[in-house]
C-alpha cells in the first residue's frame, strides 16, 4: 500500500476547490481547552482507545496532547514507508540533542550523514556468558 500522503503527488482539484487547499490534512478527534484530546485515551484500555481511533480517523490521525501533538500511524504499511531512510530523515532535536554532550555521535544521538564512531556504536557481545577458569 503507497503512503496516502505522498509529498511529491499533487491531488486532483476540483473546480469548487481553490489552489491554496492542495494539501491534506490528517484527521484529529475535536480538541478539548487545555487537555486536548487526553479524555479521548481511556487510561485502564489505552490500547483499545488507540484502535478505536483508528477505526475512526484511519490509520493515520493526530492527538493533540498537553504540551505536543502526536501524529499515530497504525499500519504496517504506513510505518515501513514513513521509516524510508530515501525520503526522511531522523530529527536530532529537544532532550536527544541534549543528550548528545554526553554520549557525542552515538547511534541514536548522531546528526544525518555524521559518522558514527566505533566507540559509540554497539559493541558484539559473546551470546552466553564464559564459564569461569578452574586452576
Given amino acids: 500500500m503507497a503512503c496516502p500522503y505522498d509529498p511529491k503527488a499533487t491531488p486532483a482539484l476540483t473546480a469548487s476547490q481553490s489552489q491554496s487547499t492542495k494539501e491534506e490534512k490528517i484527521p484529529q478527534p475535536p480538541s478539548h481547552y487545555f487537555i486536548?484530546?487526553?479524555?479521548?485515551?481511556?487510561?485502564?484500555?489505552?490500547?483499545?482507545?488507540?484502535?478505536q481511533l483508528t477505526d475512526i480517523y484511519g490509520e493515520i490521525y493526530q492527538l493533540d496532547l498537553p504540551g505536543r501533538k502526536a501524529i499515530i500511524c497504525s499500519s504496517y504499511e504506513l510505518v515501513n514507508e514513513l521509516c524510508d531512510p530515501d525520503r526522511f530523515e531522523k530529527a536530532v532535536m529537544g532532550p536527544l540533542e541534549e543528550t548528545r554532550a554526553l554520549l557525542k555521535d552515538g547511534l541514536f544521538t548522531a546528526y544525518p550523514g555524521e559518522h558514527v564512531s566505533s566507540s559509540n556504536a554497539f559493541k558484539e557481545l559473546p551470546s552466553s556468558p564464559q564459564p569461569p577458569e578452574r586452576y
Fill in 36 to 51: 486536548g484530546n487526553i479524555a479521548d485515551i481511556d487510561p485502564t484500555s489505552n490500547t483499545q482507545s488507540f484502535w
